[in-house]
């Protein structure tokens, strides 16, 4: 039923219902079963391939950046889902795609003890495979927590979501490195098997009634007022994905938010595969040391992710730290001031905190994190009417992109400091200085992002259309 309001415009008077912490928990779990596929693809398979076939560390290397680079494909995949209406057939079509790759990778591996080119050739396969599928649920899942999550449920909501991804990551990893002890390749097929079954199985009964039918809950407008956008020329389905993602592009916060999240998650990666070889040869940690120092600072990611759950609340902390700005803001000035941490830690060697200042790193590092999910739930559903998943997927094109890079990029200065610096700890402290600097200006772009409280008080059913003028 449709009902015309006094500027004219069109508004449907039905609205989907809003989703409740359970259904926010039946996301987290399929993005749970998206994370054990994914990490059985780029750890399990990854160490089997040095290890078991000692193969170059090259070989998986390229293979995990190249199912990174296929997630350019998450603004066509969510514009897919705009266009339908519907996020469930993404999702799970998605999954299947993604299982189906991770399934492939792990005959691809066993293929390369036997055939290393064909075995290659299967695994470039499974990694675009990989890649895709990744892109089409992933992508889906956030876009359809941006349209029906209230406000005051985003920074909470998106918290529980990536915990439980986590924790699939998690989960997966021990209970697969059980199972496949002793390793046999018929071990690892039935490992592969089982995990992909279980994904798309439980993803299916997940979403079972969830979604329900397409409603559109955006007005029909009949003119754009923002006279920096080029006019609307009709819903998602009715314009190409070009004109659709041009459109989203023209957008001043969709352009500036995607700027934003490629430098602050290029930042973020940058230190990832550095941070333990830092440790291990500037303050003498073992391996399983340098482990624990990880754990500690995935500690800290816990710690600041829910430090913003809570604050999402503003009850418990009031308004000014309610808001989505000023926690990413903080997290990334922090993440900033951290990194800074460790370039001292470099200077003055093993007199310095070394796990404390790891842990203010993981607790900064969750804080901008999670803020900047919660706001990209936010600002997914700004804007031009039914182009939520081709925002949330641009965004994750960008996010992707940076972690290809931020791997590659951190290596390869260490790499380059150390053939130009004799010292060895402070080549690493220049890399750290310049990840520093890089969440600085993660920072700068994160401040202009339009202010608005975690808290922002919804009543009713959710209301998704923004006004003629633009405003949430």
Not at 153 to 158: D, E, Q, T, Y
Not at 260 to 286: H, K, R, W
Not at 420 to 433: K, S
Request: charged content about 15%.
């Amino acid at each position: 039923m449709q009902a015309s309001d006094a500027s004219g415009a069109m508004r449907l008077t039905h609205a989907p219902r809003a989703f409740g912490w359970l259904d926010v928990a039946r996301l987290g779990l399929i993005q749970a079963c998206l994370g054990g596929v994914v990490v059985l693809a780029t750890s399990t398979l990854n160490r089997i391939m040095v290890v078991e076939l000692a193969l170059p560390a090259l070989l998986p290397g390229l293979l995990v950046a190249l199912h990174y680079v296929m997630q350019i494909l998450r603004p066509r995949m969510g514009f897919g889902a705009d266009r339908s209406g519907r996020c469930t057939p993404w999702i799970l079509g998605g999954m299947m795609v993604l299982a189906g790759g991770g399934l492939l990778g792990a005959w691809a591996v066993v293929r390369m003890a036997t055939d290393l080119p064909m075995g290659i050739a299967l695994a470039t396969i499974a990694f675009i495979l990989i890649g895709a599928g990744v892109s089409a649920s992933g992508t889906s899942v956030l876009t359809l927590l941006a349209k029906r999550v209230r406000a005051d449920r985003r920074a909470g909501a998106a918290t529980m979501v990536w915990l439980m991804m986590i924790a699939g990551f998690a989960v997966t990893a021990g209970v697969s490195g059980r199972l496949l002890d002793p390793y046999s390749e018929t071990r690892l097929l039935m490992v592969a098997a089982g995990m992909a079954a279980l994904a798309v199985c439980a993803s299916a009964l997940l979403l079972i009634r969830l979604e329900g039918p397409r409603v559109n809950t955006r007005a029909i407008e009949p003119a754009d007022t923002n006279r920096d956008i080029e006019p609307d020329t009709g819903s998602a389905h009715a314009v190409a994905f070009s004109v659709a993602l041009r459109q989203v592009w023209q957008e001043p916060e969709a352009r500036q938010f995607t700027i934003f999240v490629f430098v602050s998650m290029l930042a973020f990666s940058v230190q990832d595969l550095i941070l333990e070889p830092f440790a291990g040869v500037v303050f003498g940690y073992t391996p399983g040391e340098s482990t624990q120092l990880s754990g500690m600072q995935h500690g800290g990611v816990l710690i600041g992710m829910l430090l913003v759950a809570i604050a999402g609340s503003g009850r418990i902390l009031g308004r000014r730290l309610g808001s989505l700005t000023f926690w990413t803001v903080s997290g990334c000035i922090s993440s900033g001031v951290a990194l800074a941490g460790l370039v001292a830690a470099g200077i003055v060697g093993p007199g310095w905190p070394l796990r404390a200042n790891v842990m203010l790193l993981g607790a900064a590092n969750g804080a901008f994190s999670i803020a900047a999910i919660a706001s990209m739930m936010r600002l997914a559903s700004e804007g031009r009417g039914e182009r939520e998943g081709t925002r949330m997927g641009l965004w994750g094109a960008a996010q992707a992109l940076a972690f290809g890079a931020g791997g590659v990029l951190g290596t390869s200065l260490s790499d380059l400091a150390r053939m130009i610096i004799t010292d060895t700890a402070m080549a690493y402290a220049v890399v750290f200085g310049l990840e520093a600097a890089l969440f600085l200006v993660a920072a700068r772009l994160a401040g202009r992002i339009r202010e608005q409280p975690v808290s922002a008080p919804v009543t009713g059913a959710i209301n998704t259309a923004p006004t003629l003028e633009g405003a949430p």
